[in-house]
């Protein structure tokens, strides 16, 4: 644990928090400003802890994997489509139809991850030109079914978009719940709770088991592992697999959780900045959630300081510009890629086939 | 020099090298077609039907071939900026940025005139745009570039999150300060530039321009640069070994930041000649999408400007054919992104290729990961 | 009789790579409780013979029998099942994991879901104990020393119950007094019935320590033979196979002025740590000063911050009169610097380029090379030829990719680069490293006529016998200082040893 580090993360959400509660002060008590601020935070972290966890599990195994986004992107997509087919065709009721999309979203994540296992592991393709494929092919192919089955009248919807059945429902903690001011924490949806409880178990996974042993001894020195009699390609398919299906859940969020449609292209670098979160928290689960809890502080501004649009004083004006305080993640993954906040060290073998 | 029977088997060399340089592609496009096929009669359609309005739609008349020379000049730009960047070891995602802030640019410089009321010779006007378009599009990558020597940040994640910072920037100008104050208009989109900054087209009533010329030239241009001249062997060292090129005296952070400002030019001079030579103006999602077609692009031309040349008339082709395809068979244009994407795949993966059609070729493989450095 | 008793063997044994036919019909056995030397050049053969045992590759044809009976052997899985452990040349350990975890990964000790550390840093200590390795199970590997990392992998094996134990080149990292401890090990070992087999290229050794010794080249079993029956001439002709000359001819040369002043140089390595503390030395023209050390001692840092590669930390390097502290490598080359680089592959060329744009990797930018900005190719092909000719590379064209050249061919195209222009000091890390017999005397000759001419020659080599063959004077890096400085003559290999191991700094 790099206490320096948390100590960033604290100073930076600390100074976004800020700046909604003095500009919204006038209109809003702070307390529930703060209140909101947490509950926002922690809910649009989630696709960016569920993406630096795949991101995880793919580059401690020494895969890197920069199609994250384009895995969030299909699994947006289809588990929305499954969620549609079920409520619209089948006549599912809503929160059955949506708990089998979050499961065609995890499972389009995962195919996608063995696209990308397969260049990268056995055609030993250049796995930042494979994440690219990824990528692409994400984005064409949910284009063009977006296109064909919603406006095309020939579809099996009609040409239209049904009737969505909704967003997963929040989970309340009883006692948790009702304290003040943090009590909103506990009071979440159902992937935000899952990818929290992903960390830690993540934590656990990677440092106390053999999984974890192996994976990282594949993804530090492959060739020793091999000399041991580990598969390393067995187990490099496996993490990274594991990682598709973590990009799925984050997928899951973006049309099954936050807003129940889909628009080409929605992810919007959320995957690629995950990976920035993984690389701040130096590849451990923990560190990389802080990281994402900072750019989901960065989110949770922009969408208060909209809120609060009235109250920004002129000097300040460019923050009623939400194109100007979108620009807050990216500015940030930049800055973190510094190094400004201290070096970071990847697996050895991150990146580099394994060739006996 | 070499002696005679050396320029005969280098020779022979050549033209064996060529051969199987363009084995690989065209097998790949070859299946991605076939793949494609697939995917076009599994949502309904007919592909015999589809590939044939793709290609009266791409070649089949004189308009056609000039909407095709149309469509493939920002590529050529965009890819070559992209091979240049490989070249150099370096991986520019970012080109769709650089695109879109050459194009801001050279809109700026093409219409504020006409708003100040200044009249400005077309002779210094053109260039002036499209130099403004070509340097904001180098400084865009630079600052990455820049990123990289210095701070070893990984050049992926920063060109892409310079795309959005681009995309957030041109939104809010283009819907703001720069936006078309026509009462008629209702889009996110800039002033129309002043007619002294327009590049003319090539023949009056046909769309092609002579920026698709000048697409052309840079790409010999580039080739010159690349294996002629002393820093193009710079760039090569650093990309394929840059201990090697420090140990040679090469100054790699120099060399880096070099590459990524003329891959940003050529990215923004692709923006450029959009604005200066088809369009007149900038609008918000014009430039969408060049930037992941580019790196495709770059690849199908295996880096190399011929190729992409070549590669980059495929896509156009592709993109014009497509709409003669959908008005003929109702199938929509985005199956096009399906099949640039199995081109993508069977591109990279090679190996697949080689399998299918049992090709025995050794080639160099493209390493550019090289972990995240830091 | 169980002394007798053959407990492994290799019949028949061809392995062909793409290109090479890296063992062709190899026979092999061992006997209990014996150490079975392996001897050969580089490329004989050797490891991959040890690979194939040990179940990292498949044999092409052949069949391996353990203890009597026929082994499959598809992975190191079950070559470890059936009692064989190897510690290779490059350690199979991960710097980032500590002692326990290396030791027990693949064979991983767990309670209750999550790995069981405590017990398995017990069974550690109990060996270390037993076979006075001296290994604390819970320190990171990556901040162990060389030698006590290579006791590690012994323990390894031993932890899996190895019978057979099979090492590859392990003194190569090792000072004297350390494979001297190394050889204590292995007859304690052999004592309790482990069987031993020895990889390695060094003759003294062989004879020192095996108990049978049987000679590999290229690919082929030239004989077998022990120690009683041989000597250090016999074994050379067999593994070369023809009458080599161990000794370098060199007549005493007046050394000249002063040409490299080095005062106080420190250096950090890529972790910044300071590998590189203090060190002062003086190199004089028609003179070779011979830095002697294990790896790791600050060699690499120390060549790096002389050729320009690093910046120094601190301390200051005189080249022929003008302050060169700091300055880049091209500085450094216009200065009259020639320097042959550790890593070859790495530093010394560019694998994809041909022989001729290598051939003027240090030049390019430059006349006639280079005129206005564009390369002139026509020079390019008249030097390659000439220096191709003069330095007898082999290769079928000067428009051959670098990469597919053979070591030794690789580094005469580095040598002939660097020491065919005007130099007034040549700067060689491990010059010889890896490469044919043949290739290395060519390399030392030319070391020599380097000399003889009045260049300065700074030589850094972890090989021993190298540095006492080619140097006038000789000093010995230790930790990142130069604990001892003397003339060749006036020295022992075995005092040497000892300051290389760190056991007495020189007496002022």
């Known amino acids: 644990m790099n206490w320096r580090r948390f100590g960033v993360v604290a100073v930076v959400i600390a100074v976004l928090f800020g700046v909604v509660i003095v500009i919204g002060k006038s209109q809003t008590p702070p307390l529930i400003i703060i209140t909101s ?48 087919y079920m409520n619209s065709i ?80 929040s989970i309340r903690i009883p006692i948790l719940a009702d304290i003040p001011i943090f009590g909103g924490i506990f009071d979440q949806q159902p992937i935000t709770i899952a990818a929290v409880a992903l960390v830690f178990i993540t934590h656990y996974v990677l440092f106390y088991t053999r999984w974890g042993l192996r994976t990282r001894a594949v993804g530090e020195h492959p060739r020793a592992a091999d000399t041991v009699g580990i598969n390393v390609a067995f187990m490099r398919y496996a993490n990274v697999l594991i990682g598709g299906c973590m990009a799925g859940l984050g997928g899951a969020y973006f049309t099954l959780q936050s807003v129940s449609s889909f628009e080409p292209l929605m992810t919007n670098g959320r995957g690629f900045i995950s990976l920035a979160a993984m690389i701040f928290g130096n590849w451990s689960p923990i560190g990389s959630w802080a990281a994402s809890l900072v750019f989901g502080a960065a989110q949770a501004m922009q969408i208060n300081l909209q809120i609060f649009r009235e109250l920004i004083p002129p000097q300040w004006a460019f923050l009623q510009q939400s194109y100007i305080v979108g620009l807050a993640p990216y500015l940030l993954t930049m800055l973190i890629l510094t190094g400004v906040v201290g070096k970071t060290i990847p697996p050895a073998a991150d990146g580099q086939p394994y060739e006996k | 020099m070499e002696t005679p029977k050396e320029q005969t ?160 920037l041109t939104s809010f100008l283009l819907n703001g300060p720069m936006r078309d104050p026509d009462p008629l208009n209702l889009s996110a989109r800039t002033p129309e530039i002043a007619l002294s900054a327009r590049i003319p087209p090539i023949f009056a009533v046909l769309r092609i321009h002579w920026g698709f010329v000048l697409a052309l030239l840079i790409a010999v241009f580039i080739w010159w640069l690349l294996w002629k001249t002393t820093l193009g062997f710079e760039i090569r060292t650093v990309g394929l070994n840059p201990d090697a090129a420090k140990y040679a005296g090469i ?72 709409t003669r395809m959908q008005f003929l068979t109702q199938i929509p244009v985005d199956v096009i992104s399906v099949i640039q994407g199995l081109i993508l795949l069977f591109v990279a993966a090679d190996t697949i290729v080689r399998f299918i059609y049992r090709v025995r070729v050794q080639e160099e493989r493209v390493t550019l990961t090289r972990g995240w450095g830091g | 009789m169980t002394e007798n008793q053959i407990v492994l063997e290799a019949k028949g044994i061809t392995k062909q790579f793409p290109g090479v036919l890296a063992c062709d019909n190899v026979n092999f056995d061992l006997r209990k409780g014996e150490i079975h030397a392996l001897l050969g050049e580089n490329g004989a053969g050797k490891s991959t013979l040890m690979n194939l045992i040990y179940g990292l590759h498949r044999p092409d044809k052949g069949e391996i029998f353990v203890n009597g009976k026929t082994a499959a052997i598809h992975s190191p899985k079950d070559s470890i099942a059936l009692g064989v452990g190897m510690v290779h040349q490059h350690f199979m350990l991960i710097p980032v994991f500590d002692v326990a975890e290396n030791v027990m990964l693949g064979d991983e000790t767990v309670k209750r879901g999550s790995l069981d550390h405590k017990s398995v840093a017990a069974r550690i200590l109990e060996i270390s104990a037993q076979y006075g390795l001296n290994v604390d199970p819970n320190t990171l590997v990556g901040s162990l020393p060389v030698g006590i990392q290579q006791r590690v992998e012994i323990v390894k094996t031993l932890y899996r119950h190895a019978e057979i134990v099979i090492l590859d080149e392990p003194t190569a990292v090792l000072t004297p007094q350390e494979a001297e401890d190394l050889f204590r090990i292995m007859r304690d070992l052999t004592a309790r019935g482990v069987s031993i087999i020895f990889i390695t290229h060094k003759l003294k050794e062989v004879l020192a320590i095996a108990d049978r010794i049987t000679v590999m080249r290229a690919g082929r079993v030239v004989g077998s033979t022990t120690p009683q029956e041989t000597n250090e001439a016999n074994l050379a002709s067999m593994m070369v196979g023809r009458e080599v000359i161990l000794t370098v001819d060199k007549k005493d040369h007046e050394a000249e002025d002063e040409i490299l002043k080095v005062e106080g140089l420190s250096a950090r390595d890529q972790r910044d740590l300071e ?69 070859r592959q790495r530093h010394g060329l560019v694998l994809a380029y041909t022989v001729a744009d290598n051939m003027a990797l240090c030049d390019y930018y430059r006349a006639p090379f280079s005129k206005g900005g564009v390369m002139q190719p026509q020079a390019l092909d008249e030097n390659a030829r000439r220096l191709i000719s003069e330095y007898d590379v082999r290769t079928p064209s000067p428009y051959v990719n670098a990469g597919k050249l053979s070591g030794g061919n690789q580094q005469k195209v580095i040598v002939a680069r660097e020491l065919s222009r005007n130099v007034k ?77 760190g056991a007495q700094a020189q007496a002022a």
């Open chain 1, 90 to 169: 089948f006549g599912f009721a809503p929160t059955p139809s949506l708990i089998i999309g979050v499961f065609a979203a995890i499972l389009s994540g995962a195919l996608f991850a063995l696209l990308h296992a397969a260049l990268s592991i056995t055609f030993k393709v250049d796995q930042i030109i494979g994440g690219t494929v990824v990528n692409i092919l994400a984005i064409g192919v949910t284009g063009f079914l977006n296109r064909q089955l919603f406006f095309e009248k020939n579809s099996i919807f009609g040409g239209n978009v049904p009737h969505a059945p909704g967003v997963l429902p």
């Open chain 3, 425 to 501: 000091l040549v700067i060689a890390n491990q010059p010889t490293r890896g490469l044919d017999v043949g290739s290395i005397e060519y390399i030392h000759s030319e070391i020599i006529k380097m000399r003889d001419r009045g260049v300065a020659v700074l030589l850094i080599s972890a090989e021993l016998d190298e540095i006492m063959a080619l140097s006038d004077r000789i000093a010995v890096m230790y930790r990142g200082k130069i604990v001892a400085t003397v003339e060749t003559k006036k020295t022992t290999r075995e005092q040497l040893g000892l300051w290389m191991a």
């Open chain 3, 275 to 343: 590998t590189v503390h203090d060190v002062s030395f003086t190199v004089r023209g028609g003179e070779v000063l011979g830095i002697a050390g294990v790896q790791g001692n600050g060699q690499t840092e120390l060549s790096e911050a002389l050729t320009g590669l690093i910046a120094p930390t601190g301390g200051k390097v005189m080249f022929a009169g003008l302050d060169v502290t700091g300055k880049t490598p091209r500085m450094m080359t216009e200065a009259g610097l020639a320097h042959i680089p550790e890593d």
């Open chain 2, 251 to 322: 100054n790699v952070k120099r060399t880096t930041i070099i590459t990524m400002a003329l891959s940003g030019a050529l990215a923004g001079l692709a923006g450029a000649i959009e604005v200066t030579a088809l369009n007149y103006r900038h609008e918000l999602g014009f430039s969408s999408g060049y930037g992941f077609d580019a790196i495709a692009i770059a690849l199908l031309g295996k880096s190399n400007p011929m190729g992409i040349v070549l590669a980059s008339i495929l896509f156009g082709a592709m993109r014009n054919g497509a």
């Open chain 1, 37 to 84: 601020m947490l509950t926002t935070t922690i809910a649009v972290a989630t696709p960016l802890t569920l993406g630096a966890l795949s991101g995880i599990y793919c580059e401690r195994a020494g895969v890197v994997n920069i199609g994250i986004e384009g895995m969030m992107l299909a699994a947006a997509f289809f588990g929305w489509l499954a969620s549609l």
């Open chain 2, 9 to 168: 088997n280098g020779l022979i060399k050549f033209l064996r090298d060529s051969a199987n340089a363009l084995l690989i592609p065209l097998l790949a496009v070859l299946t991605a077609v076939i793949v494609g096929g697939a995917v076009i009669a599994s949502a309904g359609g007919n592909p015999f039907n589809a590939y044939l309005g793709l290609f009266e739609g791409a070649f089949g008349s004189t308009k056609a071939l000039s909407e095709t020379a149309v469509w493939s000049t920002p590529y050529i730009f965009a890819g070559l900026a992209v091979a240049l960047a490989f070249k150099g070891g370096l991986f520019n995602i970012g080109a769709e940025g650089q695109l879109a802030f050459g194009a801001v640019a050279s809109a700026l410089i093409g219409y504020l005139p006409d708003q100040m009321g200044v009249r400005i010779p077309a002779a210094i006007h053109i260039p002036l745009a499209v130099g403004g378009g070509m340097l904001a599009g180098a400084i865009w990558a630079a600052i990455p570039g820049a990123l990289k020597a210095y701070t070893g940040g990984h050049e992926v994640i920063n060109t892409i999150m310079m795309n959005y910072i681009a995309l957030n």
